[in-house]
């Protein structure tokens, strides 16, 4: 069972010493960046630890915001990782869809939007098969990073 959890003084050592295979460092920040980012941003960044069981297998950091209509929050996964120990196992899945229900409940969003290197076709496939398209709402095909945009349509 996949399980989210707050990052603490207990697995944050561990959570930083997470990481994916040499060839996939490019897809990803380091976690060491990315809670660096969450403080930076605490007001908006939500980082959570990805436990299976009591191992903790990954990391995944979303962003939420109140939307500028006032009509509930938007939400965006900005880090999504499974340590290179743990690839292949099905984790990746189970955390987005813990993820997604996690969204649901607690910020209740439209959608949640994502960004995909456009190398990393597993990531792009993953997020597929959950329902996330491409899209160009957001900004535009391609960020200012060159990544694609996709998003999960929650409602409307």
């Known amino acids: 069972m996949i399980g989210l959890r707050e990052i603490t003084e207990e697995n944050f050592d561990e959570c930083v010493e997470l990481s994916v295979r040499d060839d996939q460092k490019g897809f990803v920040a380091s976690n060491v960046k990315s809670l660096a980012q969450a403080w930076l941003h605490k007001k908006v960044a939500r980082p959570f630890a990805i436990y299976s069981?009591?191992?903790?297998?990954?990391?995944?950091?979303?962003?939420?915001?109140?939307?500028?209509?006032?009509?509930?929050k938007g939400c965006e996964l900005w880090r999504l990782m499974i340590d290179q120990n743990h690839q292949g196992k099905g984790y990746g899945r189970a955390?987005?869809?813990?993820?997604?229900?996690?969204?649901?409940s607690a910020y209740d969003p439209d959608e949640i939007a994502t960004s995909v290197v456009p190398e990393n076709k597993a990531a792009e496939r993953l997020y597929q098969s959950l329902?996330?398209?491409?899209?160009?709402?957001?900004?535009?095909?391609?960020?200012d990073d060159g990544e694609a945009i996709m998003a999960l349509r929650l409602r409307g």
């Open 53 to 72: 069981g009591d191992e903790l297998v990954g990391f995944l950091m979303l962003e939420v915001w109140d939307r500028e209509d006032g009509k509930g």
């Open 131 to 143: 329902g996330f398209a491409l899209t160009d709402e957001h900004t535009g095909p391609i960020d």
């Open 95 to 104: 955390a987005m869809e813990a993820v997604i229900s996690h969204a649901r």
